[in-house]
Each structure stands twice: as structure tokens, then as C-alpha cells.
């Protein structure tokens, strides 16, 4: 393309092993353009491109409020952005996961954050996702958790569920043995059929 923001992110969604984010998204536009969405260090930045994706025009560039870059994920509605940051001193009071809602403008429309969670290392590891279903905004990642009794930090699943319009936390799945835990979660998924998750 002529005018677009280098990255070296080119398969990068393969993994062997580990997941690692997802940096890079291509959403058409109603009149054939292109937006191209990119993590880049600790950045979002947003493209228009035309219909033969050769020429990019910049639209924006957001400033990720917390360091680690979770995931995106355009709703019907609202753009959601997950960011994170470590907590290593295993605090509660620690915010760890934000959950940002934007307007399809890229206007902050409001943001739940996430406190503890047993979470030591956000985003570890694995890939995050979301969905939505019904007014709730559904996210499946990972994290490493707080030390256990061995001193280490072990990964797992971590999952959220948010009201959209309220961006009121609904439930939070970050427990050894709570509901859909998976200890060594290294690639995480998630769709709905309209009826379930």
C-alpha cells in the first residue's frame, strides 16, 4: 500500500506452543473502503483505505492507558479495546484488565476496570477473543495468576462477561475450579449462534 504504517507483525497469528495477541484488523467499510486496525508498541492505529487497499489515509492513533495490549473487537454498536498491566505484588487493589467502549468515531464512551483477579500477568501466553450475545459483551483470555503454594506463577483462562450499555461487570472467571477455568490455556476462543456461547 502506499502511505500505510509499516508493522513486521505478518503471521504472526500462527503459534506452536503459545498464543500471543492479535495485532492486526481489516473491517469493510459501507462504501467499499477498508479500516485497518493495528497494535503497534502501545498504540492503536487506525487506517482508511481505498476499495483496491493501495492507498492509506490515517484516521487515528489511541494511546493504550495501561501498557499491555489485550485485544480488539467491533460489536454492533460499539468498538471494545482490552488493555492490562502486571501486578506483581499479587495486590487486589491492583487494576489489572481495562475494558474500553468507543463509539464507531473512536470516542471513549465509558470503561469497566478490572481490580486483582488473581492476576499477576495479564493476557500471558494465549490469545484474547470476545463476542457478543444479547446486549453483553463476552471475553475469553488468560493471565498468570497469583503465586501458589509453590511460589509459582501458574497461567490459566480468565473470562469476562459485560453489560454493554451500562459496561457494568456481570461475572468474572479468574479462580482456580470457578466455571469455565482452564488451567494451561494457551489459546483461547470464542463465538455465539444467536442462542449460546
Given at each position: ?119 499477576y500477568n495479564p493476557f500471558g501466553s494465549g490469545i484474547l477473543q470476545m463476542t457478543e450475545m444479547n446486549g453483553i ?39 482456580i475450579g470457578c466455571h469455565g477455568y482452564v488451567s494451561h490455556s494457551f489459546c483461547q476462543r470464542i463465538a455465539q ?5
Amino acid at each position: 500500500s502506499q502511505g500505510g504504517t509499516a508493522t513486521d507483525n505478518i503471521s504472526k497469528n500462527n503459534y506452536a506452543v503459545y498464543g500471543q495477541a492479535v495485532n492486526s484488523f481489516i473491517e469493510e467499510e459501507t462504501d467499499g473502503s477498508f479500516l485497518r486496525i493495528e497494535h503497534i508498541d502501545s498504540a492503536i492505529i487506525v487506517e482508511k483505505y481505498d476499495p483496491e487497499l493501495k492507498k492509506a489515509e490515517p484516521v487515528t492513533k489511541l494511546t493504550l492507558p495501561l501498557p499491555k495490549y489485550g485485544g480488539y473487537f467491533t460489536g454492533a454498536n460499539a468498538r471494545y479495546l482490552v488493555c492490562g498491566q502486571d501486578n506483581p505484588n499479587d495486590s487486589d487493589e491492583k487494576e489489572v484488565v481495562r475494558i474500553i467502549k468507543y463509539d464507531n468515531d473512536w470516542n471513549e464512551l465509558d470503561y469497566v476496570s478490572v481490580y486483582g483477579a488473581n492476576t499477576y500477568n495479564p493476557f500471558g501466553s494465549g490469545i484474547l477473543q470476545m463476542t457478543e450475545m444479547n446486549g453483553i459483551l463476552y471475553i475469553t483470555g488468560c493471565h498468570t495468576m497469583y503465586a501458589a503454594d509453590d511460589g509459582v506463577h501458574h497461567q490459566a483462562s480468565m473470562n469476562f462477561a459485560v453489560n454493554e450499555e451500562n459496561m457494568e461487570l456481570i461475572t468474572q472467571n479468574t479462580e482456580i475450579g470457578c466455571h469455565g477455568y482452564v488451567s494451561h490455556s494457551f489459546c483461547q476462543r470464542i463465538a455465539q449462534d444467536g442462542t449460546d456461547i
